[in-house]
Structures are given as C-alpha cells and as structure tokens.
C-alpha cells in the first residue's frame, strides 16, 4: 500500500473502518490533528487524577476522622462518617464505569484514531494497576494527567512525570523503599526496594537488552530513595530516607546530595540515551507494524529520537513517512480492546449510544468480555502491560471470547443490524476476501452474518 491509503491508516494507525467514521489517511494531516485540539476528551471528559474524586487525601483523612471518633466512643460522628465512606465508594465506582465508557467512546467515535491508539501504547508502556479498592477508579485519571498531553513533546518530559506520579510510586511500592544507611533507614531497619529502579531501566527506558547491570539497578535504586508519596500531601521528596553517599549508573556519577536534581538529572540521562531511543522505537514500530518491524523503520525513528532529543513527534512522523510502514501485510492482531471498539465504529455505534448506555451493559457487554478475551481492563499481570505480540492474543479461550462476543452482543446494541453483505465492505474494506464474503451472503440471520465477518481473521487483524 501507498503512503496515506485510507484504509491502512484507518486500521492499522487508528481504530477501524465504519459508516459515521472520518479519518485522516496521509501523515502529514495525521500529524496535524495530533497537534491540534482534543476533541474526543472534550466530548468525552475523563478528570486528570489531581481533579479526580475522592481524593486519596479524602480517603485518608476520613481514616483518621474514624479512629478518632472511634477512641471518642461518638456514635454520631461514627454514623457521618460510614455515610460518607458510601458516598466515596459510591462516586468511585461511578467514575470507574464513566472512565471505561469515555474512553470507549473516544476510541468508537474519533475522528482522530492515532490519538486513541497512541494512548493505548503509552498507557500500556507505563502500566499501572489498582491494587486496592481505594485506586482503582484513578488509573484512567493518571493516564489523563500524565501521559495524554504529553504525546507529542519530548520523552524525557512524559517519563519524569510519570516516573513521580503517585500511581507509578504506589504501584511499583517505591513509597517503602528507604537508604539503609539513611536516618529513617538506621531508625526502622527498612531498606531499599528496587521495582522502581529495575522497571525504568528494563521496561520504561532502555529495554530488557539494555546495557545495565544490577550493580546499576541498586545504584539507581539508592538514588531514587527520596522519591515517596503521602495521602495528605502527594508527591514528596524526602531527603531523610536518601542512602548517603553517591551513585553511578551506567558509569555516570551523580553527587551525594540528597537532592531532587540528582533523580531529575538521571531520568534524563536514561531517556536520551541510544538504547532508550533503539528500545522505544522498535516497540513502537512492534505496536503499529509488525511483531517483526523492518529494522530499516526502527534505525529510522531511533536516529530521530537521538537527533530530536527525544521528540515523539518527529519519531512518530518517522514512521508513518516510511513506506515500508504502509507495505508490510497486516499481521498484528488487535487488543481485545481495540477489537471491541473496531466492531462497534463498523456497526455504526453512535454519540446517543454511549449517552445512555446503562452501567449493566457496559460491565456485562464489555468488560467481563474483555476479560474473556485476556484483557482484564486496567489490570495487566504486571509492570510490562498487556501483550503486544500476535500469539499472545490468539489463544483458544481468547478467540473463543472474540467469536462468543461478535455472534452475540452486536444484536444487543442496536435496533436493526446492518446488512452483512454490505457490513462487509463497510468493516474490512479491501481486505473482505472472497470466503468472508460468502459466509456473509450465506448466514441464515444478519447477527450470524455479522458476527462472522466480526470474528474473521481479516477484521481481527489491523
């Protein structure tokens, strides 16, 4: 395919073909939109976690508020706080399932896919997971303070701040970390934990073949030892949990002061290094092209990372101005969430759909679906996100979700089903071949019929 198909740019740069869909296909005009006003968060808003609540300062202080009034023996005092524990629990659990729908939504009805499925990358890159009832509705919001506005700067910037984020700090338990020979560290006995320190190095920056060691790891460890978080006050750095002394990571020595300059200044010696711009464009390249990417495109958007300073922007124009970027044949298969909001753009899912969509729906149509397929929303194994890989999807239990879910929730959506003959062209484009087409002429009912060219190999692939 040519640079700017419109059908390549639609599936394999964005989120599918449909009857209400628009999409940009030649990368300038990509890039343009890129750059341009978000209209699908502002049609579809999703608080950033410093806007999000309750707050986990809320949450906190209505803690104490109980145990003092549980020592006061107040009866009343106790009863006002278990209402507003249920208000809380209430407002969480409504801002989780509107968070799921807005972000389906964005992903159904953009005009602007590479957006959505930048998004998704950068989201999953830096994955985060709810390890409690007390997080779990601000996973989306951590994603929309620190990652979404930072799609099209430099690396370095979105890498610091999702490296001091309280989610990353929490989930990587970078709050019990603490220098053994420090004050706090003599005074507790508490030593370091190193998650934070392994995943920056193995997953957020240089990749698993990076050129680091472990001595490396403990050294950077030592050095992010101030990094914390409070409920009552967000991110801290506290310099009475620094290990004293200083480090050196990857032969760079950085000074024994118990300094926030010092962990600013490793990030962005990590994010401008060679093998953080080699390990961030072949995962790019793995996300949108191939799970073997022509090493042509990755050198390609490497030498511009380096040359850039790590702009995204022009390591993404890198890619889509490639050709072999539009020539290789579709072999990704889409995430189980990309697959869903792929069918619900070709069935024509409207604006006045996600309007009114009851919570029922959108927890039994979608996500305990999306789980079936082994895409658990929000909620990966572990720091390295979900698969990226075509074999990791393609799994018996997985396809058999996929196949479940498109012979039996599209009929649910709508009143009427779309015509499978012409659902075919409308959802696969050039890409419908002739077996498709058959069993869609075939099918006894137009929901047979949609769900097979739904569960074909051809829609599953971008």
Do not use: C
């Amino acid at each position: 395919m040519a640079i700017g198909d419109p059908e390549t740019a639609a599936i394999r740069f964005g989120l599918g073909l449909g009857p209400l869909a628009e999409w940009d296909a030649h990368p300038d005009d990509m890039l343009l939109r890129l750059v341009g006003r978000d209209a699908a968060a502002e049609r579809w808003p999703i608080p950033t976690f410093s806007e999000a609540r309750p707050t986990l300062a809320e949450q906190f202080q209505t803690t104490l508020d109980m145990n003092a009034a549980r020592d006061a023996a107040d009866e009343a005092r106790i009863a006002e706080l278990n209402a507003l524990r249920q208000t809380y629990a209430e407002d969480m659990s409504t801002l989780y399932w509107e968070s799921f729908r807005n972000t389906l939504a964005r992903a159904s009805l953009s005009r602007d896919g590479f957006r959505e499925r930048l998004v998704e990358f950068w989201a999953n890159h830096f994955a985060v997971r709810s390890e409690n009832s007390r997080t779990r509705h601000l996973v989306t919001p951590f994603v929309e303070e620190a990652i979404r506005p930072r799609l099209t700067g430099r690396f370095a910037d979105m890498l610091w701040a999702v490296t001091i984020h309280p989610m990353m700090l929490l989930y990587l338990d970078q709050v019990s970390s603490i220098g053994p020979n420090s004050r706090v560290g003599r005074a507790s006995r508490r030593g370091l934990n190193e998650n934070l320190a392994r995943e920056l190095l193995e997953l957020h920056t240089m990749g698993p073949e990076g050129p680091y060691l472990q001595e490396d790891v403990r050294e950077l460890a030592e050095l992010l030892t101030g990094l914390s978080f409070r409920a009552d006050r967000g991110f801290v750095f506290e310099t009475l949990r620094v290990e004293p002394g200083s480090e050196t990571v990857l032969g760079q020595e950085y000074p024994a002061t118990a300094d926030l300059e010092n962990v600013l200044a490793v990030i962005m010696d990590l994010a401008h290094h060679p093998a953080t711009a080699r390990h961030i464009s072949r995962k790019l390249a793995t996300y949108f092209i191939s799970d073997t990417p022509p090493q042509e495109i990755i050198d390609r958007m490497a030498t511009r990372f380096d040359e850039t300073g790590g702009d995204l922007l022009a390591v993404y124009e890198a890619m889509l101005t490639h050709p072999l970027a539009w020539e290789a044949p579709r072999q990704k298969v889409k995430t189980p969430f990309g697959f869903v909001a792929s069918a619900l753009r070709g069935l024509g899912i409207g604006e006045a759909f996600f309007d009114a969509v009851p919570r029922g729906v959108l927890r039994m149509g979608f996500e305990r679906q999306l789980t079936v397929m082994g895409q658990d929303w929000q909620r990966p194994v572990g720091p390295d996100g979900f698969a990226t890989l075509a074999h990791e999807w393609v799994t018996p239990q997985g396809m058999a979700g996929r196949i479940n879910w498109a012979m039996t929730v599209p009929q649910t959506l709508v009143d009427e089903l779309p015509d499978p003959r012409n659902f075919v062209d409308v959802a696969l484009g050039r890409g419908a071949a002739e077996p498709v087409r058959f069993a869609a002429r075939a099918a006894e009912t137009r929901a047979e019929g949609i769900g097979l060219v739904l569960a074909s190999a051809a829609f599953q692939r971008r």
